[in-house]
């Protein structure tokens, strides 16, 4: 008995070991405009910088501009560069708070989603754009990452077969 334990305690020890940090994912580091920046007039275009590179391809990455009053600015495609991540913008409407949401694609294969506000403080003349077709966030991409369930898998194989063997193991054998 004491030996089965020996085993299922060194087996999960070795499980435990041998998992390894989780691969850090993009962390936002700096946006144009930045974080609570009061603008007179509307930024042409928002660009979000990342400490790791952006896996490019269409529709991995989103930015969409929100006005005050619900309504979209962005006006065309997301461009990746790097780091970097931008979206032009259309002239912006009322005054009042915009926020800049993003969904982008470290290059590990995770989603990253976070946002990033500004203020206008004078009104502009323009006019919002219509909808993003994936607002609702149904637009969904694995982006290539590998699931958790062969981990579970591996795992348990591991976990068994120590336990077998601790059991072989462990019988007393007959001598006479």
Request: charged content about 10%; aromatic content about 6%.
């Amino acid at each position: 008995m004491r030996r089965l334990l020996a085993t299922a305690a060194l087996t999960c020890t070795a499980l435990l070991g041998l998992a390894g940090p989780a691969a850090a994912h993009n962390t936002l580091v700096g946006s144009d405009p930045a974080e609570g920046a009061q603008l007179t007039t509307g930024p042409g275009e928002v660009r979000l910088t990342f400490d790791q590179p952006v896996r490019a391809g269409e529709g991995y990455n989103t930015v969409n501009v929100v006005g005050p009053d619900g309504s979209y600015w962005t006006d065309g495609q997301v461009r990746v560069t790097g780091n970097s991540v931008s979206a032009p913008v259309r002239p912006l409407g009322p005054a009042g708070v915009y926020t800049v949401g993003y969904r982008v694609l470290s290059n590990d294969g995770h989603p990253v989603p976070g946002k990033v506000s500004f203020t206008l403080t004078e009104p502009g003349g323009g006019t919002p754009a219509p909808p993003p077709a994936a607002a609702d966030g149904s637009q969904q991409h694995s982006g290539g990452a590998m699931p958790i369930w062969p981990w579970i898998a591996g795992a348990v194989v591991l976990v068994v077969a120590g336990l077998v063997l601790a059991l072989r193991l462990g019988k007393p054998t007959d001598e006479g």
